[in-house]
């Protein structure tokens, strides 16, 4: 887990996208003015330096007088990768939208519309196809917001702004292959603002990597209505990402009285009969099944706790925070029929915001509790202070980093 602060880039992930998008039939959207003719004679000029650089990888010029025909420095795409928004919402508060009912409900109608498109993704790959709609009804709300920004335009405005500059080269090149190779055409290939594309938004690179043509018709097609290899390329990308056919993401879990908290967290893997010893039962009275397992706690000791196996880890691929990839094993669970999540607090905690992480961080290591730097953001050395201190305190080793916490530490 990065941490549980719900942040935007996170929740551009989970279909942040500013407006629906046919994307096969749609014209091509027109370009946002540019901000100044500075601006926008630079951004050109960026073009004809970047032409050799694209050429030398393998693309020809008669793609990039294709793809950048027409193109203008797209400054709605400069302004959302240089927000800075905050987002205070509960891992609880986050799941129940995530998971809601109406995406509950449509999710099951997917399930029965695709079935037959479902049922051999399934076979063929082996990944839940509960999961695979989860994934497509978290990252597009099952293709209704699937992006309307000119990929081209939007990542090589990204690339020549400076910020981020080689990554988003990186993803322009790679989307520029994708072009070359027929999948689709320039004025087709929309998405976000960022560059994720399609039905369950994949990154230029994620779709040279994983991307299937798997209704067969010669194109890898992620963008039309007709969803068949976007699910596919999800399967296809969970699969390779690790992920056990037959078993399960994780489940909610009740830990015992007296639990030793010092062994939470994903670094510590126990078999599912050696946390049974501990005392730790399923929350819905199902057995546990077999493999290695870590118990999380997303939300605190105050909240559900959850054991999770390696398709938890399959998952975190296609985006490594915990609460995203709860949301995801949770909206599957639901559309297998199983029940809501039990243990809410009706107190939680908001997370910290990035000014108070720090100011936390800060204190922690100014007590001789080293958070190995104080950049707002919660990672693997800053919950390890956290547990040292709380442990040091007579408080819950929990790790979470809590109002509380900051108050206790002013």
Same mark, same amino acid.
């Given at each position: 887990?990065?941490?549980?602060? +719900?942040? $935007? #880039?996170? +929740? ?6 500013? @407006? ?13 003015? #540019?901000?100044? $003719? ?25 793609? !990039?007088?294709?793809?950048?025909? =027409? ?10 990768d240089g927000r800075q928004s905050e ?14 009912? @109406? ?14 498109? /479902? ?16 994934? %497509? ?20 405005? +990204? ?36 560059? $994720? ?33 976007? /699910? &596919?390329?999800? $399967? ?29 967290g994903k670094s510590t893997r126990m #078999?599912?009969? &050696? %946390? ?20 999380? /706690?997303?939300?605190?000791?105050? =909240? ?18 915990? @609460?995203?990839?709860?949301?995801? =094993?949770?909206?599957?669970?639901? /559309? ?9 607090? @009706?107190?939680?905690?908001?997370? +910290? ?7 936390? *961080? ?21 919950v390890a202070a956290i547990t040292a201190? *709380?442990?040091? &305190? ?11 916490? !900051?108050?206790?530490?002013?």
């Open positions: 887990m990065r941490n549980i602060l +719900l942040t $935007a #880039s996170v +929740l551009t992930l989970l279909g942040a996208c500013t @407006s629906p998008a046919n994307v096969t039939s749609s014209p091509r959207p027109m370009p946002v003015p #540019s901000a100044d $003719a500075g601006s926008e004679s630079g951004y050109q000029s960026w073009i004809a330096a970047f032409r050799p650089r694209a050429e030398r990888a393998g693309i020809s010029p008669a793609t !990039l007088n294709r793809a950048f025909a =027409g193109v203008h420095y797209n400054t709605e795409a400069v302004r959302l987002f205070t919402k509960t891992v609880w508060q986050y799941l129940d939208s995530a998971v809601s009912q @109406s995406r509950i409900d449509n999710g099951r109608a997917m399930l029965a519309r695709y079935a037959t498109t /479902l049922n051999a993704i399934e076979a063929r790959y082996g990944v839940d196809k509960e999961v695979v709609v989860a994934v %497509w009804g978290m990252e597009s709300n099952y293709g209704g917001n699937r992006g309307s920004f000119h990929l081209i335009e939007s990542l090589s405005t +990204l690339a020549y702004h400076g910020r981020r500059a080689s990554f988003f080269e990186t993803q322009l090149i790679d989307a520029l292959k994708i072009v070359q190779a027929g999948d689709v055409t320039p004025d087709n290939m929309t998405g976000s603002w960022a560059g $994720a594309m399609g039905h369950t938004q994949f990154m230029p690179s994620s779709f040279l990597g994983y991307a299937v043509d798997f209704n067969g018709d010669g194109r890898r097609d992620i963008w039309s209505d007709d969803p068949t290899d976007a /699910l &596919a390329s999800t $399967a296809n990308y969970l699969a390779r990402s690790g992920w056990q056919r037959g078993g399960i993401w994780g489940m909610e879990v009740v830990l015992p009285q007296g639990f030793n908290y010092s062994s939470i #078999s599912s009969s &050696a %946390w049974a010893a501990q005392g730790v039962r399923s929350a819905d009275g199902r057995a546990l099944p077999q493999g290695e397992a870590s118990i999380l /706690l997303p939300g605190g000791s105050k =909240g559900a706790a959850f054991l999770i196996f390696q398709n938890f880890r399959a998952i975190e691929r296609y985006n490594a925070a915990d @609460s995203y990839v709860i949301a995801v =094993g949770h909206l599957s669970d639901r /559309l297998k029929g199983l029940g809501p999540i039990r243990n809410i607090p @009706s107190d939680a905690e908001a997370p +910290l915001n990035r000014d108070q992480t720090r100011e936390l *961080q800060q204190r922690l290591t100014q007590r001789g509790f080293d958070t190995q730097g104080s950049d707002g953001r919660v990672g693997p050395n800053t201190y *709380q442990r040091s &305190a007579g408080l819950i080793p929990d790790g979470y980093p809590s109002a509380s916490l !900051l108050a206790r530490l002013r």
